[in-house]
C-alpha cells in the first residue's frame, strides 16, 4: 500500500469513526487537520460555545434600557436557567456516560436535552416576571425559546450546528443593538464554523443552515419581538 493509499484509508476511517459516534448519515469531511491548526479549531469550538456565548448574550441583553448595568444581575439570573443549570445537566450526563461529551456530538441524544434545557428557560421566565425583571431580557429568553424549540425538533433528524446558530444569532443582535462599530464581530461566524469542519463535528450545510437560521431566524424574532415590547 502507497502512502496515498493509507492516508486516504485513514481518511475515510475517520469519517466512519464520526458517522457513527454523531449518528449522521450524511458526508462529513474526512480530511485530517493536525498540529497548530487543529489546536485553534478546538480553541474556537470551546470558547464559543453556546453556552457561554449565550450567556454574553444575557448579560447585556438589558444594555439599552434604563438602569444598566444595575440591571446585569438580571441578566446573571437569566443566565442561571438558559446557560448554567442545563450545562451542569450536560457535564453530569457526561459523567454518567449517558451523553457523549459536553457538545452532545451524537445528534440522537440532542432533542431531550434541549427539551429539558426548554423546561428550564420556561422557568427562568417565568421567575423573570415575578421580579419584573426588564422586559429587554424576557425579550432575548423569549427569542432564544423560539431558537431552541425548533433546533429540538431539527435535531430528531438532522444535525444542525448549534455553534454556528448560537454564534451568528449573538453577532447580528449585538450589532443591532450597539450599531455598525459591532461589525467586525461577523468574521468570527465563519471562523467557528470552519472549526465545527476541521473537527468533523458538522457537514458544511450543517453549518451553513445553522448560521442563516441563527442570524435570521432567531436574531430576526428577537427584533420583532424588541419592536414590539419595548
Known amino acids: 500500500m502507497t502512502d496515498g493509499q493509507a492516508r486516504a484509508g485513514k481518511g475515510t476511517e475517520i469519517a466512519a469513526d464520526t458517522v457513527a459516534s454523531t449518528g449522521e448519515t450524511g458526508h462529513v469531511p474526512p480530511q485530517l487537520v493536525t498540529g497548530p491548526w487543529r489546536t485553534v479549531a478546538r480553541v474556537l469550538t470551546e470558547v464559543f460555545q453556546p453556552p457561554v456565548v449565550v450567556l454574553v448574550l444575557l448579560l447585556i441583553s438589558p444594555a439599552t434600557e434604563p438602569g444598566f448595568p444595575g440591571t446585569i444581575w438580571f441578566g446573571m439570573l437569566a443566565a442561571l436557567f438558559v446557560c448554567v443549570l442545563p450545562?451542569?445537566?450536560?457535564?453530569?450526563?457526561?459523567?454518567?456516560?449517558?451523553?457523549?461529551?459536553?457538545?452532545?456530538?451524537?445528534?440522537?441524544?440532542?432533542?431531550?436535552?434541549?427539551?429539558?434545557?426548554?423546561?428550564?428557560?420556561?422557568?427562568?421566565?417565568?421567575?423573570?416576571?415575578?421580579?419584573?425583571?426588564?422586559?429587554?431580557?424576557?425579550?432575548?429568553?423569549?427569542?432564544?425559546i423560539g431558537g431552541i424549540g425548533v433546533l429540538a425538533v431539527v435535531s430528531a433528524f438532522w444535525k444542525m450546528s448549534g455553534h454556528a446558530s448560537a454564534l451568528?444569532?449573538?453577532?447580528?443582535?449585538?450589532?443591532?443593538?450597539?450599531?455598525?462599530?459591532?461589525?467586525?464581530?461577523?468574521l468570527l461566524v465563519p471562523a467557528v464554523g470552519w472549526s465545527?469542519?476541521?473537527?468533523?463535528?458538522?457537514?458544511?450545510a450543517q453549518v451553513i443552515v445553522g448560521s442563516l437560521f441563527g442570524a435570521v431566524v432567531i436574531a430576526g424574532l428577537w427584533w420583532l419581538l424588541r419592536v414590539w415590547m419595548l
Open 87 to 144: 450545562l451542569a445537566y450536560v457535564l453530569v450526563m457526561v459523567k454518567l456516560g449517558r451523553i457523549t461529551d459536553h457538545h452532545v456530538s451524537d445528534r440522537r441524544q440532542r432533542p431531550a436535552l434541549l427539551l429539558m434545557t426548554l423546561g428550564s428557560v420556561l422557568v427562568g421566565l417565568l421567575v423573570l416576571h415575578l421580579l419584573n425583571g426588564p422586559a429587554g431580557v424576557a425579550v432575548m429568553i423569549i427569542a432564544l
Open 168 to 186: 451568528s444569532a449573538a453577532v447580528v443582535i449585538t450589532i443591532l443593538m450597539f450599531g455598525p462599530a459591532w461589525l467586525p464581530l461577523l
Open 196 to 204: 465545527r469542519l476541521v473537527l468533523r463535528a458538522h457537514t458544511l
